[in-house]
């Protein structure tokens, strides 16, 4: 929003300099972006008169003319076509600088020039420079103060709650109050009717169209030039002049923030109603943009159909254009949902649906059309009929409280209760006090007080926020506690990035196939606003995200690719109640995830390189879970490769799964190599033993190795928990380290070694002890799995 200051000091004129003014304004909220002058810097330029204008002897396109510079008779060459006896120009005299040079003697086809008559692009003003800039004013005169270019434009950047100061008089307002100066708002009169000519307006949709006002005025001349000082006030405001109908709307808008329509009234057809579009119905806009409305889409029609959209844009069809005899001029109120995202929706925006999606004075409807006719009337003349104001349904203001002690809570600072009504006086507001507190009747321009922390922000604004002194919290340090038995996730989360994994956050909502393909779920949790169709399901596994990672960095040509996850999965439970991780009927654990694909390690000379397999995961799963250790269990999942699948239980209880990415998979998500995955609940396996202290021995071990022969069905996991589960004192390891199955072995059944460590804290043990401990053991499998030693 361009504020002038001379436009802005006409309402409300502080003793203090502009850049002081701008300074009050950003510290109050009213943030000051920029504070400019409206035309570049040049000197040496004054307003010179043309007293002749003869040929150039030597060119076509040339004129010699003779301009008085205030008392001193100057002889310049021009090329201008609009050049002419009488007429008024800025005269760059020798020494002038302009924005793009500076002026100095010169012989133009043999004839000494003695300065330049401008252009408005050669003063930087425009990019204009068809001909001379005309000008007014005594001759002589410095040509910036004639042209006014010693004001200055304050460029405010407003946030989406301050509409009121979407106008030269919301800003005076905010002045006045930061201050102390008088405000003085325009003089309304109210316009006589010289004749009874109406229009009839109807308002179908009560809850778009609050109220229409509107006015005929006859006779208009809408070709009559727009005064000087209303350009000049427009162009410094950002607007372009366009007729002195359309600039006489403009200026009402920027002055009293209240959007105006003029139409040319010959072209309506019939009674103008105010209703929601239909589909299939189009309309040319003013921006030469057709447009299709439909029932979601406030709109202005007549007889004819839709002739404009209503708080947006009118239309091309009732336009008053250089032709226009009579007009109707419209105020109207329409609600700000009724407004709100239409023109976005057309991928275009206007001044008006900028105000009313915002909120705009429902009370200023028929000031403006007062406004606007003592213009149009001093401008082109006219006749104007009554004013005519249809009000259907308007916002109702309720009281809104503020609590003096919460004030200075919320503010930090005890504020006295005569200053903070000092404070909300100052801004024009209805106040009264209830004992420890004060009501305010918010006004009909101020949308954004309607709670009582907004009026908590008033007094802290009009207090000023740079006075309010800065506390910082005092709190007493205390350490939470960290239990032993249980470890945090971003130890967890440290222990997966140790093993060279790079940490994924993925959405918690997925793609419904990546539910039916990786957790054979095909009653997913449904979302009811997705933020794309193709997201619309929460998540029940973290695998899908994985593999959407895997993927995205395949695509860009990564080869090796380490990724994991730590992230709620969302799961239907009847049972679930409302608690820390669940919701009535659905529970949200954490799960840790994590993916594999392509080479162990990058390429280098000292190993030779080999994809990852189910053996390297699940070093980085036992690294990840230690000192808890995990059982492994062949079972089939959904996502995994049949045979390269394992359950994982932590104490007995199911925590997860391990193994390789189906074959399916792999080619439907385009993956070129092996994958492999693991997914654990993170609850289990953060628990974790209390430390205790077991005293090394100082005897040596003894270690036996004994290969059995078992049946190939009997899993090696099942011979080392029988094992463990009745093994002699003196046996403190027990593990594989080797299968074999071919010659010297029956068929259907397998050779298992295992080394067997035996150590006492007490004594040597002689070989005897070492022996019947392993018989010991020999003789508890061949019991149980019927096995043999190995011959």
Request: aromatic share 6%; with cysteine.
């Amino acid at each position: 929003m361009n504020i002038p200051e001379s436009w802005l000091r006409s309402f409300c004129n502080p003793p203090i300099p502009g850049a002081e003014l701008a300074e009050r304004l950003t510290m109050a909220g009213v943030e000051v972006e920029a504070y400019e002058p409206v035309g570049p810097e040049f000197s040496g330029v004054v307003v010179g008169e043309v007293l002749e204008v003869a040929r150039h002897p030597n060119a076509d396109k040339l004129t010699v003319c003779t301009v008085d510079a205030g008392g001193e008779r100057l002889t310049v060459v021009c090329g201008a076509p609009n050049v002419r006896k009488g007429m008024k120009a800025p005269l760059a005299r020798i020494g002038a600088r302009l924005p793009s040079m500076e002026i100095k003697r010169a012989s133009l086809r043999g004839v000494e020039s003695e300065g330049m008559l401008c252009s408005a692009r050669e003063l930087g003003l425009s990019e204009d420079h068809s001909g001379l800039l005309e000008l007014e004013g005594r001759v002589g005169a410095d040509a910036r103060a004639a042209l006014g270019l010693d004001d200055r434009v304050l460029l405010l950047k407003l946030t989406p709650n301050r509409a009121d100061c979407l106008s030269m008089v919301g800003v005076a307002r905010e002045v006045s109050a930061l201050t102390g100066a008088k405000l003085e708002l325009p003089r309304i009169e109210r316009i006589a009717a010289k004749n009874d000519a109406r229009h009839p307006v109807k308002i179908s949709a009560p809850e778009g169209c609050g109220r229409f006002a509107g006015r005929v005025i006859r006779n208009v001349n809408a070709a009559a030039p727009t005064p000087r000082w209303m350009r000049e006030r427009l162009e410094r405001a950002g607007q372009r002049s366009i007729s002195a109908l359309v600039d006489v709307t403009n200026h009402v808008m920027l002055e009293l923030g209240r959007p105006l329509h003029v139409y040319d009234l010959d072209k309506l057809r019939g009674a103008i109603d105010v209703r929601w579009g239909r589909k299939g119905e189009r309309v040319l806009l003013l921006n030469e943009q057709t447009v299709e409305v439909d029932p979601w889409v406030l709109c202005i029609t007549d007889d004819s159909g839709v002739i404009g959209l209503g708080g947006i844009m009118g239309g091309e069809s009732t336009k008053a254009d250089a032709k226009t005899r009579h007009v109707l001029l419209e105020s109207a109120f329409f609600w700000p949902d009724a407004i709100m995202g239409r023109a976005r929706r057309y991928n275009f925006a206007s001044d008006a649906s900028h105000r009313f999606e915002r909120g705009v004075d429902f009370a200023n409807n028929v000031d403006g059309i007062e406004r606007a006719t003592r213009l149009i009337v001093d401008i082109c003349g006219g006749e104007p009929g009554p004013t005519q104001d249809l009000v259907e349904r308007l916002p109702e203001r309720k009281p809104v409280r503020m609590r003096i002690a919460r004030a200075q809570k919320v503010i930090g600072m005890a504020i006295p209760a005569e200053e903070m009504q000092k404070s909300l006086s100052r801004l024009s507001l209805a106040v009264k006090r209830e004992g420890e507190a004060f009501v305010v009747e918010p006004p009909s321009y101020r949308y954004d007080l309607a709670i009582e922390e907004d009026l908590i922000e008033e007094v802290a604004r009009l207090h000023g926020f740079e006075r309010i002194r800065a506390q910082p919290p005092r709190v007493a340090a205390k350490p939470l506690p960290a239990p032993q038995g249980r470890r945090s996730l971003h130890e967890l989360r440290e222990r997966l990035a140790g093993a060279d994994d790079h940490e994924v956050m993925n959405f918690g909502f997925g793609e419904p196939q990546w539910e039916l393909d990786f957790a054979g779920e095909a009653n997913p949790v449904r979302l009811l606003n997705p933020i794309a169709s193709q997201l619309s399901v929460m998540r029940s596994t973290l695998i899908g995200s994985l593999v959407a990672n895997l993927r995205y960095n395949q695509a860009r040509k990564v080869e090796r690719i380490r990724v994991f996850e730590i992230g709620r999965v969302f799961l239907r439970d009847p049972s679930a109640q409302d608690g820390p991780v669940s919701v009535r009927g659905l529970r949200q654990p954490i799960r840790i995830g994590a993916a594999a694909y392509g080479p162990v390690v990058e390429e280098q000379w000292a190993e030779k390189p080999r994809p990852v397999d189910f053996y390297d995961a699940k070093a980085d799963l036992e690294a990840l879970i230690s000192p808890l250790e995990a059982r492994y269990e062949q079972a089939e999942h959904p996502a995994l490769h049949p045979g390269r699948a394992a359950r994982v239980s932590v104490g007995g209880s199911h925590v997860g799964w391990i193994g390789e990415l189906h074959p399916r998979w792999l080619r439907k998500y385009e993956l070129a190599r092996n994958v492999v995955v693991f997914e654990l609940e993170a609850e289990p396996v953060q628990a974790v033993p209390l430390p205790s202290f077991t005293a090394p021995s100082k005897y040596p071990p003894v270690v036996r190795d004994m290969a059995l022969v078992v049946d190939t069905r009997v899993p090696s996991q099942a011979l080392v928990e029988a094992m463990e589960a009745e093994k002699p004192p003196i046996v403190t390891s027990i593990r594989p380290f080797d299968l074999y199955q071919g010659p010297g072995v029956p068929t259907g059944r397998k050779s298992v070694a295992f080394r067997v460590v035996m150590q006492d804290t007490e004594r040597t043990l002689t070989d005897a002890e070492a022996d019947a401990a392993r018989d010991s053991l020999v003789s508890l499998l061949a019991r149980k799995f019927s096995a043999s030693l190995r011959k």
